[in-house]
C-alpha cells in the first residue's frame, strides 16, 4: 500500500504512469466513455481548509470512475471535537477505500497515514501541495512536451507550493530558479534535501535574474489562507515580485504562465498576464480532475 503525501513517496516512473493515465481518462472523458475503474470504491475526504478546485475534482472525479466521495468536514466530525487522530485513522480507514485530506499541519497528515489502513492523500497541508504540481506538469507536457530539462521559475513566497516545485525538480529532472524575499525564502532543510537527490535549484532574490531565458513562469498569492492578518506585511515585502507583461519578457518567448488559483490580479500577477495569450491556468486548474482520477485509480489497484 502506499500513500500520497508528497511528490517523493512515488518513484519518477510511477509518476510518469500517472500522468500518461490522465491523458488517457481526459480523452475519455472528452469522447464521452464510461471508465467505472472504481466502481463500489469510497473516497472519504476530510477538509480542513476551504477549497474550491480540490473539492470538485475529486468529488467529481470519485464520480467519474463509478465511486462515491464523502465530504467531511473536520468540525462536524469527532476530529473537530478532539479525537486523536490514530483512532480517527484507525476508524475511518475501516470504511472507506482512501483519505484525501486538506489541512493545514503537515504532521497530521502524516500521522494519519501512520494509522491508516488503506491509502492517503495529502490534498494540501502547509508543507506541501503535490496534487496541484502534478497538474501542472501534466499541463506543461500537454502544451510543450517534457517537462524534463526545461527551467521553472517560481516567484513569490516560499510556501506550500514552491516546496511542491522543490520536490517536482527531483521527480521530473527540470531545473528551477526560486525568487523569494530573504524572510520568505523555502524551507531550508527540504532545499536541501531536494540538492542531495540531484535537483539542480537556485534561490535568489533577483526576480529578473531567475525569469530570464526559463520555459515556464509560476507564481501564488502572497498570503496564504490562514496568513491573512499578513496581507499588509507581505505586500509591501514582495513589492517587485508582480508577474506582468514586462517580467514575462525576460522568459523565453514561448515560456507559460502557471498559478493554482485563486489569483489577485494586480497584486501577484497582472491581468494581462493571468488572462492572456501564455496563459494555461483554464487548463492547469481542469488537469487536476484528471490526474487525481489516474492517482486515485494507481492507490486503489494496487
Same mark, same amino acid.
Given at each position: 500500500?502506499?500513500?500520497?503525501?508528497?511528490? =517523493?513517496? =512515488?518513484?519518477?516512473?510511477?509518476?510518469?504512469? %500517472?500522468?500518461?493515465?490522465?491523458?488517457?481518462?481526459?480523452?475519455?472523458?472528452?469522447?464521452?466513455?464510461?471508465?467505472?475503474? *472504481?466502481?463500489?470504491?469510497?473516497?472519504?475526504?476530510?477538509?480542513?481548509?476551504?477549497?474550491?478546485?480540490?473539492?470538485?475534482?475529486?468529488?467529481?472525479?470519485?464520480?467519474?470512475?463509478?465511486?462515491?466521495? *464523502?465530504?467531511?468536514?473536520?468540525?462536524?466530525?469527532?476530529?473537530?471535537?478532539?479525537?486523536? %487522530?490514530?483512532?480517527?485513522?484507525?476508524?475511518?480507514?475501516?470504511?472507506?477505500?482512501?483519505?484525501?485530506?486538506?489541512?493545514?499541519?503537515?504532521?497530521?497528515?502524516?500521522?494519519?497515514?501512520?494509522?491508516?489502513?488503506?491509502?492517503?492523500?495529502?490534498?494540501?497541508?502547509?508543507?506541501?501541495?503535490?496534487?496541484?504540481?502534478?497538474?501542472?506538469?501534466?499541463?506543461?507536457? /500537454?502544451?510543450?512536451?517534457? %517537462?524534463?530539462?526545461?527551467?521553472?521559475?517560481?516567484?513569490?513566497?516560499?510556501?506550500?507550493?514552491?516546496?511542491?516545485?522543490?520536490?517536482?525538480?527531483?521527480?521530473?529532472?527540470?531545473?528551477?530558479?526560486?525568487?523569494?524575499?530573504?524572510?520568505?525564502?523555502?524551507?531550508?532543510?527540504?532545499?536541501?534535501?531536494?540538492?542531495?537527490?540531484?535537483?539542480?535549484?537556485?534561490?535568489?532574490?533577483?526576480?529578473?535574474?531567475?525569469?530570464?531565458? #526559463?520555459?515556464?513562469?509560476?507564481?501564488?498569492?502572497?498570503?496564504?489562507?490562514?496568513? /491573512?492578518?499578513?496581507?499588509?506585511?507581505?505586500?509591501?515585502?514582495?513589492?517587485?515580485?508582480?508577474?506582468?507583461?514586462? =517580467?514575462?519578457?525576460?522568459?523565453?518567448?514561448?515560456?507559460?504562465?502557471?498559478?493554482?488559483?485563486?489569483?489577485?490580479?494586480?497584486?501577484?500577477?497582472?491581468?494581462?498576464?493571468?488572462?492572456?495569450?501564455?496563459? #494555461?491556468?483554464?487548463?492547469?486548474?481542469?488537469?487536476?480532475?484528471?490526474?487525481?482520477?489516474? !492517482?486515485?485509480?494507481?492507490? !486503489?489497484?494496487?
Amino acid at each position: 500500500m502506499k500513500h500520497f503525501l508528497t511528490l =517523493l513517496d =512515488l518513484e519518477p516512473s510511477e509518476l510518469e504512469s %500517472i500522468l500518461n493515465r490522465a491523458f488517457e481518462l481526459k480523452a475519455m472523458q472528452k469522447a464521452g466513455e464510461v471508465h467505472h475503474t *472504481l466502481a463500489g470504491k469510497t473516497l472519504g475526504m476530510i477538509f480542513d481548509k476551504a477549497s474550491t478546485r480540490t473539492r470538485i475534482s475529486f468529488e467529481v472525479g470519485m464520480y467519474q470512475l463509478g465511486g462515491h466521495a *464523502l465530504f467531511l468536514h473536520s468540525g462536524t466530525t469527532q476530529l473537530g471535537r478532539g479525537e486523536p %487522530i490514530e483512532d480517527s485513522a484507525r476508524v475511518l480507514s475501516r470504511m472507506v477505500d482512501a483519505v484525501m485530506i486538506r489541512t493545514f499541519d503537515h504532521t497530521m497528515v502524516q500521522k494519519f497515514a501512520q494509522y491508516s489502513s488503506v491509502p492517503v492523500i495529502n490534498a494540501l497541508t502547509d508543507l506541501t501541495h503535490p496534487c496541484q504540481v502534478l497538474a501542472d506538469v501534466m499541463t506543461y507536457r /500537454e502544451h510543450r512536451d517534457s %517537462i524534463r530539462g526545461r527551467t521553472v521559475a517560481w516567484v513569490g513566497d516560499g510556501n506550500n507550493m514552491a516546496h511542491s516545485w522543490v520536490n517536482g525538480a527531483v521527480a521530473f529532472g527540470y531545473h528551477l530558479n526560486l525568487a523569494c524575499p530573504e524572510s520568505y525564502a523555502p524551507d531550508a532543510s527540504l532545499l536541501q534535501a531536494a540538492r542531495n537527490l540531484g535537483a539542480q535549484i537556485e534561490l535568489t532574490h533577483d526576480v529578473r535574474a531567475a525569469v530570464s531565458r #526559463v520555459d515556464l513562469v509560476t507564481t501564488d498569492v502572497w498570503a496564504s489562507m490562514g496568513q /491573512e492578518k499578513e496581507q499588509a506585511e507581505r505586500e509591501k515585502a514582495f513589492a517587485g515580485y508582480m508577474v506582468d507583461e514586462h =517580467l514575462m519578457t525576460h522568459a523565453n518567448s514561448n515560456a507559460l504562465f502557471m498559478h493554482c488559483l485563486p489569483a489577485h490580479r494586480g497584486e501577484e500577477v497582472s491581468a494581462a498576464v493571468i488572462d492572456g495569450a501564455q496563459s #494555461v491556468v483554464w487548463d492547469e486548474a481542469e488537469n487536476r480532475l484528471h490526474v487525481q482520477k489516474a !492517482l486515485l485509480e494507481f492507490l !486503489l489497484q494496487q
